[in-house]
C-alpha cells in the first residue's frame, strides 16, 4: 500500500532544474525552426512553454492541471512520423519528467498496491502480444505504446495523489475541467443551432442531419460518457458532502451537455449511477434530507421541460428506433458487424489476441459498404477490443483490478458509518465509464485512466485511514 507523504512546494534548486531542462527543449525546438523556416510552429512552441512552466507552478497541482487537461482534448493532434501525437501525449510525458525529477530530488518512492500490479501486467501483456502475436509488429507495437503513454496517466496520479488534500483539490481539477467542457460542448450546440456553424459538433452521426457535439473529445459517444461521469461526482458531492446549490447546479450544466450529447449509452449510465447514489443516500437518510430530495425533485422538473423541445424529440426518436428497429437500426447493424469480424479474428489467437489495436489490420468496410473502403474504425465495446487485442490474459488483468478495488471500495462502505462523497463519487465515475464503454470504448486515451487512478488513490487513502483507526482503537 502506498504510505502518505506530504507534497510540498519543489525547492529552489529543482525549480532551477526544470527551468535549464525546459531552456534546453525550447533551444532544441527553435533550432529546428531555423533550419526549416516553419513558422507554423511557434504557436505550438509557446504552448508547449507555458504548459512545462505550469507544471513546475504550485507542485503537484500545477502537474495535475496538465495532465487532466491535456486527458480532455484528444481530438486535436498533429502528424509525428506517421503518429497522430495528441495533447495528451505530450501532457503525460511533460508530468512524467517533472514526477521522475520530484522523486529523485525528495527521495520519495512509489510503493504499488495490488491494484497497480494489475493495470502493469495489462500494460505487459500489450507489448507482448503485439510483438509476438500479431500480423504486424512494428505497427502493433507501436499502438501499444501509444496506448501505454495513456496509461501511464494512471501512474502518474497514483505517485502524486498520496493523502487527502491532495484528492480533494485533484477532484476539483477533475470537475473544473469537466465543467467547462460541458459548458464548450453545450455553446458549439447552441452555436450548430442558432448559426448553423460546425465546430465542435459531428453532423449525421445520429439521425441524419442532427449535430451531435463532442467538444474536445474525439466524439460525441466519448463526450457523453467524461461529461456523464462528472455529473454523477457533483451528484454524489451534492447528495453526501453538504447540501450547496453550486454542486447541484454544476449537476444540472453536466447532465444537461450529457443531454445533447444524444448518446443512448451515456444517459443510461447517467441514469443508472444517479440511481446508484440516491440508494445510498436513502440507506442513511434523515429528516433533514428532505429538502435535498424536494430540491432534486424540482431539478428534475427543469430537465424534463428541457427536454421537451426538439433535444427531447432527437432523444425519443434514438431510442424508438433502438426498440422498434432492434437489429435493423443502422448504429446497431455497424457495430454487430464489427463484433462479428472482431469474434472471427479470435480463433488461435484466444489467449494473447492479434496485439494491440490489430482489427484495422484485418478489417475493411469495403466487403460491406464499397464507399467505406479504407476508413478506419475501431470496436466500440471495450471488454471485446480487449479480448481481441490481448486476449484472455489481458482481459483477466482488468477483470482482476475491477474486482479488487470492488472488495476495497466495499470494505470502505462497511467500515464507514459516513462514506465520503469523493469516494462515492469516483466510484459512480467508474460505474458510467463500465456502462458506456459497452458501446464505445475509450480504455485507449487517457481520460479514463485519469479517473480510475483517482479512485485507486481514493481507495487506498480511506483504506489506509480506516485500518489505523480500528489500530488506534485496539490499543486503547
Known amino acids: ?110 510503493r504499488l498496491d495490488r491494484l497497480d500490479y494489475w493495470i502493469l501486467a495489462f500494460v505487459l501483456v500489450n507489448f507482448v502480444s503485439s510483438t509476438f502475436a500479431s500480423s504486424a509488429p512494428a505497427l502493433t507495437v507501436r499502438w501499444a505504446l501509444q496506448n501505454s503513454l495513456a496509461i501511464l496517466s494512471y501512474f502518474l496520479i497514483r505517485s502524486t495523489v498520496r493523502d487527502f488534500k491532495t484528492l480533494q483539490n485533484a477532484t476539483g481539477i477533475l470537475l473544473g475541467v469537466g465543467l467547462l467542457e460541458s459548458i464548450y460542448g453545450i455553446l458549439c450546440y447552441a452555436s450548430n443551432r442558432a448559426f448553423g456553424t460546425s465546430i465542435g459538433v459531428q453532423i449525421g452521426q445520429y439521425l441524419g442531419d442532427v449535430a451531435a457535439p463532442f467538444g474536445t473529445l474525439y466524439e460525441p459517444n466519448l463526450f457523453g460518457a467524461y461529461t456523464a461521469c462528472c455529473a454523477v461526482i457533483f451528484f454524489a458531492l451534492y447528495l453526501f458532502q453538504g447540501q450547496r446549490p453550486g454542486y447541484l ?22 441514469l443508472v449511477a444517479t440511481g446508484y447514489l440516491c440508494w445510498r443516500n436513502f440507506r442513511r437518510r434523515t429528516n433533514k434530507d428532505g429538502k435535498k430530495l424536494i430540491v432534486l425533485a424540482l431539478s428534475s422538473v427543469i430537465v424534463l421541460i428541457l427536454l421537451s423541445g426538439s433535444i427531447g424529440r432527437v432523444i425519443t426518436e434514438r431510442f424508438t428506433n433502438l426498440f422498434d428497429q432492434g437489429l435493423a437500426d443502422e448504429t446497431t447493424i455497424a ?85 465520503d462523497a469523493i469516494l462515492l463519487g469516483l466510484w459512480a465515475g467508474a460505474l458510467v465509464y463500465t456502462i458506456t464503454f459497452e458501446s464505445t470504448d475509450g480504455t485507449i486515451l487517457a481520460f479514463c485512466w485519469i479517473e480510475l487512478g483517482l479512485l485507486a488513490s481514493a481507495v487506498l487513502i480511506f483504506e489506509k ?12
Open 1 to 110: 500500500m502506498s504510505h502518505t507523504t506530504s507534497l510540498g512546494s519543489w525547492n529552489s534548486k529543482t525549480v532551477r532544474r526544470v527551468d535549464v531542462l525546459a531552456a534546453c527543449v525550447a533551444v532544441c525546438i527553435v533550432c529546428r525552426l531555423a533550419w526549416q523556416e516553419d513558422l507554423t510552429w511557434i504557436g505550438a512552441v509557446a504552448v508547449c512553454g507555458l504548459v512545462v512552466v505550469l507544471t513546475a507552478v504550485r507542485w503537484p497541482y500545477g502537474a495535475l492541471v496538465v495532465l487532466i487537461g491535456t486527458g480532455a482534448m484528444p481530438v486535436f493532434f498533429v502528424e509525428v512520423s506517421s503518429w497522430r501525437a495528441r495533447p495528451e501525449h505530450f501532457g503525460v510525458a511533460i508530468v512524467f519528467v517533472a514526477v521522475l525529477i520530484w522523486m529523485l530530488t525528495s527521495k520519495s518512492n512509489l
Open 249 to 270: 447546479l454544476c449537476f444540472v450544466v453536466t447532465s444537461l451537455a450529457v443531454v445533447v450529447s444524444f448518446s443512448r449509452a451515456a444517459l443510461l449510465a447517467l
Open 465 to 476: 485511514a480506516i485500518r489505523l483507526s480500528s489500530e488506534f482503537r485496539r490499543e486503547l
Open 335 to 419: 457495430r454487430f458487424v464489427i463484433a462479428q469480424e472482431a469474434l472471427q479474428d479470435l480463433p488461435g489467437h484466444i489467449l494473447l489476441g492479434r496485439g494491440t489495436a490489430s482489427f484495422n489490420l484485418t478489417f475493411d468496410w469495403s466487403k460491406y459498404v464499397p464507399e467505406w473502403a479504407g476508413e478506419k474504425t475501431w470496436i466500440g465495446n471495450a471488454p471485446l477490443r480487449i479480448l481481441h487485442d490481448v486476449g484472455l490474459l489481458g482481459l483477466a488483468t482488468i477483470i482482476g483490478f475491477f474486482v479488487v478495488i470492488a472488495c476495497k471500495v466495499r470494505y470502505i462502505l462497511k467500515n464507514s458509518k459516513n462514506p
